[in-house]
């Protein structure tokens, strides 16, 4: 969905601050956000697209104003209500309704080390042949949908080149609502900065982004 999220191609933000020697988590509750996502995702109670939907329906005054791990906790917060794993009431006072509580058991040291430094394959099969091959022409489409996608709006519109065919994953735009699993081919797609961003840009510059087949089109004549 169009939203105060999708920064990329925009300016005047102001400098990007980089922090000098900067810690993993600034504060000891960051680390427990963090290890709170590792878990929930870990026992399939939402998909990764699912919280990048969540976090996406943050209000726009409320998601700039937050920092990253305000809004990665606001969004787990929604998604848990939404998947009816905890209810308003609990997370207003701390406590849980149920007698014998909702808890998933810890994460232990050797669980976080498994599921970090083994992801879990995302490739999917598909009966069907790329409807795109390596040096095609495509045009990325013109579309502002209400749903989630991940078709940056400083692309769409604009003609690229498919660089690599990386294989079959499931359609975000679909996914991120924990409905029917639909796949798609999804390619690496060469732009050159001039396309983008017009005469003023490096001659030689260019951006590769990763595209699902159903956000392009063969370039019209």
């Known amino acids: 969905m169009d939203g105060v999220h999708d920064l990329g191609g925009m300016d005047n933000f102001g400098p990007i601050i980089i922090e000098e ?3 993993v988590f600034h504060e000891e509750w960051e680390r427990t956000v963090f290890s709170h996502m ?3 995702l870990g026992s399939d109670y939402f998909s990764v697209d699912e919280v990048r939907r969540s976090t996406e329906s943050i209000p726009p005054i409320q998601y700039l104003a937050s920092s990253y791990y305000e809004n990665w906790l606001e ?3 929604s998604l848990l209500q939404e998947k009816g794993v905890v209810a308003a009431q609990e997370i207003q006072t701390g406590k849980s309704i149920h007698a014998n509580g909702t808890a998933l058991p810890p ?8 599921i970090t430094s083994n992801p879990l394959p995302a490739l999917q099969e598909l009966d069907q042949r790329p409807l795109f091959q390596v040096g095609d022409h495509i045009t990325t489409k013109v579309m ?3 749903h989630h996608t991940r078709l940056p709006r400083y692309i769409r519109g604009k003609q690229g080149t498919i660089e690599k065919i990386h294989g079959a994953f499931l359609l975000p735009d679909l996914n991120a609502y924990g409905g029917t699993e639909t796949s798609q081919y999804n390619y690496s797609v060469r732009f050159s900065a001039r396309e983008l961003w017009g005469e003023d840009a490096p001659p030689k510059d260019c951006l590769f982004i990763d595209l699902f087949e159903s956000y392009m089109e063969q370039p019209r004549p």
């Open 107 to 114: 994460l232990t040291k050797e669980g976080v080390e498994f």
């Open 144 to 146: 502002h949908p209400a």
């Open 21 to 23: 020697n900067e810690p």
């Open 38 to 40: 590792l878990a929930l």
């Open 75 to 77: 969004s787990v917060i």
